[in-house]
T-cell receptor
Framework: GQQLNQSPQSMFIQEGEDVSMNCTSS?????WLWYKQDPGEGPVLLIA?????ELTSNGRLTAQFGITRKDSFLNISASIPSDVGIYFC???????????????FGKGTKLSVKP | EPEVTQTPSHQVTQMGQEVILRCVPI?????FYWYRQILGQKVEFLVS????????KSEIFDDQFSVERPDGSNFTLKIRSTKLEDSAMYFC????????????FGQGTRLTVV
């Protein structure tokens, strides 16, 4: 089945540093979503991307939908301790894969922030 | 802010027992989903549901699983005869549309099969 390759698997950074993570796939997606998950909680939507090349910001978060429709990145600027958590990319194949709308998730990037 | 709510938050059951996980999707959403996350792993799609029928299901969603919208607000996942490997977090999600729409997730039900 389709897979998303998310990297890095984990990051341990100092407070104030910028963070970058990305997802790639051999499949074409029509939607990319980025979620954050805290321990024992459900994924919380951070950013949604719908058009190839689209660059969207949400506060200190910026994400882009790759031109090829096969990748996306998420940047976090000036990290703070509450950014700690696991970040997941999720793609929706849509018409490109005959999907009815379900999301395919990456394996997550675990972010740790040192004060 | 509208949210997806799930009950119970934690369910412990004996192997072979039936469990029903409940979800109340966001009220104006028409598309509903169940996902599963085994501890420490990625979130995996189980099933999508629209207009009172299953739209799509994954290989995980075998005959022991079923979904139902028993009334205008609830959406349930039933596992008929639980196995140890069914232990996981189960997330319900809903969206306004199948494609090009944001899916919002509930807080999850932690199912522990003993």
């Amino acid at each position: 089945g389709q897979q998303l390759n998310q990297s890095p698997q984990s990051m341990f950074i100092q407070e104030g540093e910028d963070v970058s993570m990305n997802c790639t796939s051999s499949s074409i997606f029509n939607t990319w979503l980025w979620y954050k998950q805290d321990p024992g909680e459900g994924p919380v939507l951070l950013i949604a991307l719908y058009k190839a090349g689209e660059l969207t910001s949400n506060g200190r978060l910026t994400a882009q939908f790759g031109i090829t429709r096969k990748d996306s990145f998420l940047n976090i600027s000036a990290s703070i301790p509450s950014d700690v958590g696991i970040y997941f990319c999720a793609g929706q194949l849509g018409n490109y894969g005959g999907s009815q709308g379900n999301l395919i998730f990456g394996k997550g990037t675990k972010l740790s922030v040192k004060p | 802010e509208p949210e997806v709510t799930q009950t119970p938050s934690h369910q412990v059951t004996q192997m072979g027992q039936e469990v029903i996980l409940r979800c109340v999707p966001i009220s104006n959403h028409l598309y509903f989903y169940w996902y599963r996350q085994i501890l420490g792993q990625k979130v995996e799609f189980l099933v999508s549901f629209y207009n009172n029928e299953i739209s799509e299901k994954s290989e995980i969603f075998d005959d022991q699983f079923s979904v139902e919208r028993p009334d205008g607000s609830n959406f349930t996942l039933k596992i008929r005869s639980t196995k140890l490997e069914d232990s996981a977090m189960y997330f319900c999600a809903s969206s306004e549309a199948f494609q090009g729409a944001e899916a919002f997730f509930g807080q999850g039900t932690r199912l522990t099969v003993v």
